[in-house]
């Protein structure tokens, strides 16, 4: 139905980020929910995309991404066609043999297991590297989650460790914690976060990074790398329809698309607001 859409890159931030904003694609999802996007420059469309997709797109007010309720579209076949062709599948294979450092990111129990299981497939294939990183946090799993991670585990990190044991893969697991809120809370460590915790728990320079997730969240995972790693970043993410053979896999509908299209879209405007100067990053 439409073209691939390419990500921006960062040694051509300004024209890719607008040829991916005014892309066609995204045109028609906004139309399609009653929006025009204004005729802008991509700064300020993605000002205005960040307040339309949180009327729009945004289904977790507050809530982690496995407790979104499934929503009813006229037009899902639209949703996951302009979802994709913007960037949300694929991006699957490395481009490189070797890299410095692989950071295998954390997440629900599920993502703990899969990723890891899929980095261990890329390594068969002939991927290479120096030193692997699985970057958690100190969530505490919710009860479906801790049937998958099993008894003892507690925390995103439990599961993640686990998640290697299972695979064969020696990593080292780094845990991030949020910082205090105004109101004394404490946010939970979000991806950006564990960036930082790896950088200082690994401060020796890297010229390459290979990120490893699930392939819906390649665009605003990538662009939060990008912004905060000194390196030449690539990420890739395992294909929706990966599967280990107990049956475990995850599974997205059109609102975990949309609802990571407006991660993408933030994500981008964060980085068009600090941009990096350290390479061609994909």
């Known amino acids: 139905m439409y073209r691939n859409v390419a990500l921006p890159s960062a040694t051509d931030l300004e024209d890719g980020v607008r040829d991916w904003v005014f892309s066609e694609p995204l045109r028609d999802l906004i139309v399609h929910f009653g929006g025009e996007l204004p005729t802008t420059d991509a700064r300020t469309a993605l000002g205005w995309l960040d307040e339309f997709s949180y009327e729009h797109w945004d289904f977790r007010r507050g809530v982690e991404r496995a407790d979104i309720k499934q ?146 969240y390649v665009p605003f995972q990538h662009y939060d790398a990008v912004r905060k790693l000194d390196a030449t970043v690539e990420t890739v993410g395992l294909p929706a329809a990966y599967t280990l053979p107990d049956g475990l896999r995850q599974s997205f509908q059109p609102e975990n698309y949309l609802q990571e299209l407006r991660s993408a879209l933030r994500s981008m405007r964060r980085l068009l607001e600090t941009p990096g100067d350290n390479g061609d990053r994909r």
């Open 71 to 216: 929503q009813v579209f006229e037009n899902a076949s639209l949703v996951l066609a302009a979802t994709g062709a913007l960037g949300l599948r694929g991006h699957n294979t490395p481009q490189r043999d070797f890299y410095d450092r692989i950071l295998v990111l954390g997440g629900g129990a599920r993502a703990c297991f899969l990723r890891p299981d899929y980095t261990a497939s890329l390594l068969r294939q002939g991927l290479t590297t120096d030193g692997i990183a699985g970057l958690g946090s100190e969530r505490r799993l919710s009860p479906p989650e801790r049937e998958i991670a099993g008894p003892g585990a507690e925390t995103e990190a439990d599961a993640l460790f686990r998640g290697f044991d299972r695979a064969g893969v020696d990593a080292r697991i780094v845990t991030a914690t949020g910082p205090r809120s105004s109101t004394a809370d404490v946010r939970r460590a979000n991806t950006a976060d564990t960036y930082d915790a790896w950088r200082a728990a690994d401060p020796a320079p890297v010229s390459t990074i290979l990120i490893v997730t699930s392939e819906i």
